[in-house]
C-alpha cells in the first residue's frame, strides 16, 4: 500500500468486480440502441476504460472537461466547459460516466446542459457516491458504491492531481494534506493548494 494511504475502501479486485456487474446489468438495459458513453475528464479514465470493457454492446465514447469556477469554500455550481463533445447528441442515448458525485455540482450542471441538447435518453452511471447532505439531489441510475464523506483517492481520483494511478480507492491520510482538517474538496484547483 501507499505511504499516504490510511485505508484501503476498495481493493483493485473489488473495483473490477463491481465493475463486470454494472457492464452486465448496462449491456442488458441498453440492447439494440446507439450508445454514447460520456466520460469526465480526468477523473473518470480508469473506469470508463474498465466499464467499457465490461459493456458488450456496439459504442461511442467521448469525453467532457469540466471545471468549476470559485474557490474551494464556495460551492457556486458555476461550470466551464473546458472540452465540449465532438458532435450531437439528439440521436443517441446518452450514459455519463463519473468517478465519484461529491457535492454534486458536477453532474447537476451537465445534466442540465445535456438534456438541452436533447438526447434519446440521458442516465448516470457513478463508481462513488459520498454519503453526504446536498441542495440537489442527483439521480443515479447506476451505482458502484456508496461511500462515507472521507477524502478519498486512487483509480482516477487525485488530490492535487496526484495519486490518479492508484489501481485502488483509499482514504489518504490527514498528514498528507497538512492537518487534521479535511481539504473542502479534493478537486479544488492545484493553485489553491500549493
Ligand atoms: C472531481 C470528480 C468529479 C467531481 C465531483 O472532478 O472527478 O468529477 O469532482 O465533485 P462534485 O460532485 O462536488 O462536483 P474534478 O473537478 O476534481 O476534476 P478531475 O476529474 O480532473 O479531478
Ligand atoms: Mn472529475
Ligand atoms: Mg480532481
Known amino acids: 500500500m501507499h ?22 446489468q448496462i449491456t442488458e438495459d441498453y440492447r439494440g440502441k446507439n450508445v454514447l458513453l460520456l ?15 465490461a459493456i458488450e454492446l456496439p459504442l461511442e465514447i ?8 470559485g474557490n474551494s469554500t464556495q460551492s457556486s455550481g458555476i461550470v466551464r466547459i473546458v472540452k465540449d463533445l465532438e458532435g450531437p447528441i439528439d440521436n443517441k ?10 457535492s454534486g ?6 445534466v442540465d446542459m445535456l438534456k438541452r441538447r436533447n438526447p434519446l435518453s440521458l442516465r448516470i452511471c ?11 439531489t442527483v439521480p ?34 490527514p498528514s498528507v494534506y497538512g492537518g487534521t482538517e479535511e481539504p473542502e474538496k479534493e478537486h479544488s484547483s492545484p493553485a489553491e493548494k500549493r
Do not use: C, W
Open 3 to 24: 505511504e499516504d494511504i490510511a485505508e484501503v475502501l476498495f481493493t483493485e479486485k473489488q473495483i473490477q468486480e463491481r465493475i463486470q456487474e454494472l457492464g452486465r
Open 39 to 53: 466520460g469526465t475528464l480526468k477523473g473518470a479514465v480508469p473506469f470508463i476504460a474498465d466499464l467499457a470493457r
Open 62 to 69: 467521448d469525453y467532457m472537461a469540466i471545471s468549476s469556477y
Open 93 to 102: 442515448h446518452v450514459l455519463i460516466i463519473e468517478d465519484i458525485i461529491d
Open 105 to 110: 455540482l458536477t453532474l447537476a450542471y451537465l
Open 126 to 136: 457513478a463508481l462513488l457516491d459520498k454519503e453526504r447532505p446536498r441542495a440537489k
Open 140 to 173: 443515479v441510475d447506476y451505482l458502484g458504491f456508496s461511500i462515507p464523506d472521507k477524502f478519498v483517492v486512487g483509480y482516477g481520483l487525485d488530490y492535487a492531481q496526484y495519486y490518479r494511478n492508484l489501481p485502488y480507492i483509499g482514504i489518504l491520510k
